[in-house]
């Protein structure tokens, strides 16, 4: 069979075209084996291909290089034809894909959901063995359109658009019509249409110029394809709103004391009742380490694969044959969704009992069916280690895998065998296994739901991963276990945030390509069509913290670019390294920081070091060794004496850098230290300077080119809508690298980006963007609202336009007002914590604001317990709140 390529695309002297594809003659996708095309004339550049008579379909890319170097290539998605095993020849004209503007609508947000469209195939004979195809891309056609051509041609009406050709799609959202070429004269002229499927009425015109095709004769059984053609609109911008909840705060009548992914479905109804069409939830992974509370922090998973087993809907898992069984788990039941809050321990003890008591009874069945086994093929590489990890940390009594003896380092060997039938590990192992393929089959359930709803299920991807997770104990290469990742100083926490996940190993993982976070992209793509990339700033730099410290402050960013000495003392300072680097406090200052107990602090924990000042003792000299010194003192004095110590041990100025000790790094929020405000007006000067320009100009091309080189790769390897979590210390370069990869941003009014705002202009945030009055790491409006009453007087003037003294309580119609607000900006997605929702209807909102806070960052030991106070039942019925919901949205213009 004859193939041939052919592309119009100018080039300069010395640049040549060539295509890679996935078929031997071009190369299988190895660059290294494409195929250089043949430059004719007038910027026309053609391929001629004999490849068997029985290929199926052929999937192909073009490129630009310059001295056998690929510079530029297509866009990733690919040219594709199908072959009908009739045709003896192809001639294949193509137009170069570049990146669309509006990459958003190519995802499966999109494509799987939104705008989803069934199979419309609209066949037409070709009698004289001469068929044209002709194929355009055109993602923004809704569910009820489709596409029509038109041209100068009867068989294409004649420019009547009532008499346009409608197009077949397969593949949303790409359109294609197939016609016979003795039906047409050249120059053809033509346009798409969007056309109206209910009323059979055009709706638009493609913009722009008649497109003209002129082709040369066409032989009999020849067969021509033309494609990489976009449609061209201008249409107003597309804008939805949604709502944010975490899945266990969720709660309905048959809820055991968590949301469940029943209730999760449940949830879509209520979204799509509400003319809402995303639904945005925290992270679902499996986090247990202690069998207790503290397991609740959804960011800190064990597995970055495994969901949670609390999120199993035991009434769509199925009913005990037990009777007195179920009627004691149904007692349990009422009790715990009776609760205000969740409680974590009961709940997963229970529910993880339910779930054995009913894989006892039905598990081996499930087992040996099909679809377990296809699950189980397809996921095996991740759920045999996080069941073997259940099997030992239950075991061992603690998730520290360096504890495990033997299997302290993973073997995959010892842990296949571990995992066997024969093992007598064996009832525990296929225990977790039946518990993961519940969690997906049932998720999957969720998922196709939402889609054919046209609600978007948007998830979370979490930054780090727990040192103790399966990860670190599998795959301990892409890790950095000597350093903690965490935040800077920010609204959320004065003294930076500690999350205690290791750092990665960036240039282990770009040897593989980026393996590792490709398949937890591919694995969210499972479920979601859209999701968060919590804390993308960690994609340019994360803020590492070194093993001693408990805060954050004295961390510092990795990549970076450390200071020599040299370099500190250009800026004019005197750079005195031990005096600099050495936590020491002034004794003038120990009142301050201890009361009446500066004089027994001074004797028991400190020592002289120059002049008047001190500094710790060796037994007390690390923020870690303080922390154990205090173990179980929670008595008010001791927590002053123990922050206290943790404040002295902040006390420098520059840190020395773990890789290159002779390197250093200003200390973060530097000014605020005892030790700056020791030094003289001249270095104190040339601090600021430094300070400045480190973190704020020294670093902005640097992490410009780690971020690209992340993060480019990463989006391209999936077709999910991607956001990112954007907040804090920004740097220059993170609005450039997202708007380059259009990655939605995440905006919110009272975190303004721009320098010297108090509040965002809502009116001018960037459409590729997502915002919202709150997230879970920030108190809901109403309690906002009480934190400063400053501050939120001249919120209410010079923002809500109101005039006179701010009530003192955020009322049902000011809520209105601010997500109104929130809606009527250009952001793509707004997307409203479900509390900021109660907060508009006084017949729904909680009476106690108290209860509505999921989490505080400053927090290390916080209990995340939420859950909304009504269920999902009485939800769906609360007329007034759904009815002002639907106003909200269709007088902000969002579809």
């Known amino acids: 069979m004859e193939v ?75 040219h594709h034809v199908a072959f009908d095993g009739r045709s003896q020849r192809y001639s294949l004209y193509d137009y170069w894909k570049t990146r669309p503007k509006d990459l958003a609508f190519y995802s499966s947000a999109f494509t799987k959901s939104l705008f989803a469209h069934p199979r419309n195939t609209y066949e037409r004979t070709i009698r004289s063995g001469k068929k044209i ?171 970055t694969y495994a969901l949670h087993p609390m999120f199993i809907s035991l009434p769509w898992l199925g009913a005990l044959k037990d009777e007195k069984k179920a009627a004691g788990y149904e007692t349990v039941r009422r009790e715990l969704n009776a609760c205000e809050s969740v409680d974590y321990e009961s709940v997963n003890r229970y529910k993880r009992a339910y779930c054995r008591d009913y894989f006892e009874q039905e598990g081996k069945t499930l087992l040996e069916t099909p679809e377990f086994k296809t699950f189980f093929e397809q996921n095996e590489s991740w759920l045999m280690p996080y069941a073997a990890y259940c099997y030992l940390r239950d075991t061992a009594g603690t998730s520290e895998f360096a504890r495990w003896n033997e299997d302290a380092i993973y073997a995959s060997g010892r842990i296949r065998s571990l995992c066997a039938e024969t093992n007598e590990a064996w009832p525990e192992i296929s225990f977790s296994y039946f518990m993961q393929y519940v969690l997906h089959v049932q998720f999957k359930k969720v998922s196709d739901y939402a889609r054919q709803n046209g609600v978007v299920l948007k998830g979370d991807l979490p930054i780090g991963v727990n040192r103790t997770s399966i990860e670190a104990w599998t795959d301990p290469q892409y890790f950095n276990m000597n350093g903690q990742a965490g935040a800077p100083p920010d609204d959320f926490s004065a003294i930076g945030q500690n999350w205690s996940f290791p750092t990665y190993n960036w240039e282990v993982m770009e040897k593989d390509h980026f393996a590792w976070w490709k398949k937890r992209f591919n694995k969210l793509g499972d479920y979601f069509d859209c999701f968060r990339i919590d804390h993308i700033l960690g994609f340019f730099r994360i803020w590492e913290i070194p093993l001693d410290y408990i805060q954050g402050l004295c961390g510092h960013f990795n990549p970076a670019l450390p200071l020599l000495k040299d370099d500190i003392e250009h800026y004019g300072m005197f750079f005195d390294e031990e005096r600099h680097t050495t936590p020491h406090i002034h004794r003038k200052h120990l009142p301050y920081l201890f009361g009446d107990a500066a004089g027994e602090v001074e004797n028991t924990f400190l020592v002289p070091f120059v002049s008047d000042y001190l500094r710790l003792k060796p037994s007390c000299n690390t923020q870690r060794k303080i922390e154990k010194l205090f173990e179980g003192q929670a008595d008010e004095q001791s927590l002053r004496i123990k922050n206290g110590l943790f404040s002295v041990a902040n006390e420098v100025l520059f840190l020395r850098d ?233 007088v902000s213009g969002r579809r």
């Open 4 to 78: 041939t390529f052919h592309i119009n695309f100018h080039t300069v002297w010395g640049q040549k075209i060539g295509i890679v594809g996935s078929i031997p003659q071009l190369g299988s996708w190895q660059p290294a084996l494409a195929k250089e095309m043949y430059y004719t004339e007038g910027g026309n550049w053609q391929l001629k291909l004999d490849i068997p008579s029985d290929t199926p379909a052929l999937e192909y890319r073009y490129f630009l290089s310059v001295n056998d170097k690929q510079i530029f290539e297509e866009w990733e998605i690919n």
């Open 133 to 303: 195809m002709i194929k355009v891309s055109a993602p923004r056609v809704e569910k009820h359109q489709s596409v029509a051509i038109t041209g100068n041609q009867p068989v294409m009406g004649n420019w009547q658009a009532e008499h346009a050709l409608r197009l077949s799609c397969d593949t949303f959202p790409e359109w294609y019509i197939s016609l016979d070429a003795n039906d047409l004269t050249y120059p053809l002229e033509y346009k798409f249409i969007v056309w109206d499927n209910d009323t059979r009425e055009p709706v638009y015109w493609e913009t722009g110029e008649n497109r003209i095709l002129n082709l040369p004769p066409q032989a009999k059984g020849e067969t021509i394809v033309v494609s990489g053609l976009a449609f061209r609109e201008n249409l107003p911008l597309w804008r939805c709103a949604g709502t944010v909840i975490p899945v266990f705060s969720l709660r309905s009548e048959e809820s055991f004391g968590v949301g469940d992914l029943g209730d999760l479905y449940k949830m879509v109804d209520w979204v799509k009742q509400t003319r809402q069409r995303i639904i945005q939830v925290l992270p679902m992974n499996d986090t247990t380490m202690t069998h207790t509370w503290r397991d609740s922090y959804p960011y800190s998973a064990i597995s």
């Open 658 to 890: 773990p890789r290159e000790p002779f390197k250093f790094h200003p200390r973060i929020s530097g000014s605020g230290s005892f030790a700056y405000q020791e030094l003289s007006g001249t270095d104190r000067y040339a601090f600021d300077q430094i300070y400045w320009d480190f973190f704020y100009h020294r670093h902005n091309g640097f992490w410009k080119v780690h971020a690209m080189n992340r993060l480019a790769p990463l989006i391209t390897s999936t077709d999910m809508l991607v956001c990112g979590e954007d907040l804090g210390m920004i740097p220059q370069s993170v609005p450039e690298v997202m708007n380059r990869l259009q990655i939605l941003s995440l905006e919110i009014e009272r975190m303004p980006k721009t320098a010297y705002h108090e509040f965002a202009d809502m009116l001018n945030l960037p459409y590729h963007s997502v915002c919202t009055t709150s997230t879970h790491d920030m108190s809901p409006v109403r309690n906002w609202w009480k934190e400063d009453r400053v501050k939120i007087q001249r919120y209410y003037n010079n923002v809500l336009q109101r005039p006179g003294e701010a009530p003192e309580e955020c009322t049902s119609e000011i809520a209105s007002q601010i997500i109104s607000n929130h809606l009527a900006a250009p952001s793509m997605l707004a997307i409203i914590p479900i509390q900021d929702w109660f907060a508009t209807d006084d017949t729904v909102k909680h009476p106690d604001i108290t209860h509505e806070r999921i989490n505080i960052p400053a927090d290390p030991n916080h209990y995340w317990r939420y859950r909304m106070h009504i269920t999902l039942e009485d939800l769906m019925k609360a007329d007034s709140l759904n009815e002002k919901i639907v106003s909200l949205i269709s």
